[in-house]
């Protein structure tokens, strides 16, 4: 069994979220998750008439809220070495507790399988569609509200996190991006002043071999970051996992009526 790290209660959000007590291996690849319980955690299954398929649809609902009725939603786009059916094993729901627990505004996660489309509209297999359209509408079914939307990815989910806020401003009030795979020049940066008005969190690790993109990126917004930083770590879980804490706080706070 994978060992557990341990994740202090109350740490300071930031580069790395402040993370004390914690052991991980010196090369900082195992990911840090939080010593906290998970809530209403579920596995489902959805046809998903975007995709054509049956599609892996997660949730998360903090400990101690329940079913998660009437509360906001941040949706969550994998990288393309992950799929929903990964994210209780990433620790998404215990990262989601352990904001609550310190202090945060409670909110729910839900995301789906894409594969590895880049989170692009593709003939006949469309994720993106799927995330606009179809997870919201799974999720009022649930009670969530869908009138207050997050969108959180790392890597390829990042950029089709930026993606998706592009295309329709106004739908995300946040957008939490970690390593997203961008490269200067392409559509995120062409479609930037689409994200005015949208809170944008970037974050990097500095031996990533995409730092100069995501740092162009941030110089290519029409508004500075609203979070994110630029500290030591790679492109993996285990840099991603010390970002998690502070991406979920700023999701909290830009959630909040």
């Not at 609550?100 to 409670?106: I, N, S, W």
Request: aromatic share 8%; with cysteine.
């Amino acid at each position: 069994m994978r060992r557990r790290t341990l994740l202090a209660v109350g740490a300071t959000v930031g580069a790395a979220a402040g993370l004390v007590g914690y052991r991980s291996r010196s090369d900082g690849s195992e990911p840090v998750i939080p010593y906290a319980p998970v809530g209403d955690e579920r596995l489902d299954k959805r046809e998903s008439r975007a995709r054509g398929r049956i599609v892996d649809f997660y949730t998360a609902v903090p400990a101690g809220h329940g079913s998660g009725r009437g509360l906001p939603v941040c949706l969550v786009l994998h990288g393309a070495s992950k799929t929903a059916a990964d994210f209780p094993a990433l620790g998404l729901g215990r990262f989601l507790t352990d904001a609550v627990r310190r202090g945060k505004a409670p909110f729910v996660l839900a995301g789906a399988t894409g594969d590895r489309l880049q989170w692009r509209p593709h003939a006949g297999d469309d994720p993106q569609r799927m995330v606009h359209e179809e997870i919201p509408r799974w999720c009022a079914q649930r009670g969530f509200d869908t009138s207050r939307i997050a969108l959180l990815g790392w890597s390829m989910g990042g950029y089709g996190s930026l993606l998706l806020a592009e295309a329709d401003p106004g739908f995300a009030r946040a957008v939490v991006a970690l390593s997203p795979a961008v490269r200067e020049g392409d559509e995120i940066f062409t479609a930037a002043p689409r994200l005015r008005g949208t809170k944008v969190g970037l974050w990097c690790g500095r031996q990533d071999g995409l730092l100069d993109d995501v740092r162009a990126l941030a110089k290519a917004l029409p508004e500075p970051p609203a979070a994110g930083s630029f500290a030591d770590g790679r492109h993996n879980f285990g840099y991603w996992s010390r970002c998690l804490p502070a991406g979920m706080d700023f999701v909290s706070e830009a959630l909040r009526r």
